[in-house]
């Protein structure tokens, strides 16, 4: 059940962030339908376009379900990608898929200025989504408004383009329609949630787990 749009958007404005104290779900989490998932749900973008590392022929996709808010994914970002990156990604190996599944407004605008500001870059938006994480607790925890603010502008957006961005109910709408087909259809309910070749992998995980589902798939 996906909160009122009028309650979202008001609450994604700078002045609702600024006051936001909770934690306010983007929508609540429904019981799993009883279908499985295949590797093709998995595979194919909805709403919005993938935002991607690797080469897209590659034999092995790893996809990554996130919320900007959570300290798991934080950890993950902070600890954990970048050694799947130097062994996988920058070798080629695999492709990583990032997607947003924002379990509070806090990350859901998150989430939105990462769009902003990356565009159709790829790499931009996961070294956006990275300074995110990085400094979760600044932004998160303080003055959420002026944190996103500055980080808008560091990144070259005017604070009147981060206002918009954040108002911007289309690119809500679609964050909020690929996580309802997340949770429907892929069962994903938590963050961190990966997908390797379509095989589920839920909660934060170490390199060497990585390794061990990545690296056979590779040789087959």
């Not at 990275?130 to 990144?155: N, P, Y």
């Not at 990585?210 to 087959?220: A, C, E, G, H, V």
Request: proline share 4%; hydrophobic share 45%.
């Amino acid at each position: 059940m996906i909160i009122a749009r009028r309650a979202v958007t008001q609450a994604l404005s700078l002045t609702g962030l600024a006051a936001l104290a909770g934690v306010s779900p983007l929508f609540l989490i429904e019981q799993a339908f009883a279908q499985t998932a295949s590797a093709a749900d998995v595979a194919k973008p909805v709403s919005l376009p993938d935002m991607a590392l690797g080469p897209k022929d590659a034999a092995v996709t790893v996809t990554e379900y996130a919320s900007m808010t959570c300290p798991h994914c934080a950890t993950f970002t902070k600890e954990v990608f970048p050694k799947i990156k130097e062994a996988f990604i920058d070798t080629g190996k695999i492709r990583f898929v990032f997607r947003e599944f924002p379990l509070d407004i806090k990350a859901a605008a998150g989430s939105m200025l990462a769009r902003c500001i990356a565009k159709d870059d790829s790499a931009k938006y996961f070294a956006v989504n990275d300074l995110l994480f990085k400094t979760q607790d600044d932004w998160v925890l303080k003055d959420t408004a002026a944190s996103l603010t500055r980080i808008g502008k560091q990144a070259g957006l005017s604070q009147e383009a981060v206002e918009a961005c954040l108002k911007d109910q289309a690119l809500l709408d679609k964050i909020a329609a690929d996580q309802k087909f997340a949770n429907e259809v892929l069962k994903v309910n938590s963050t961190p949630t990966f997908f390797i070749n379509g095989e589920m992998l839920k909660g934060e995980q170490s390199f060497e787990e990585f390794s061990k589902k990545i690296t056979p798939l590779l040789k087959s």
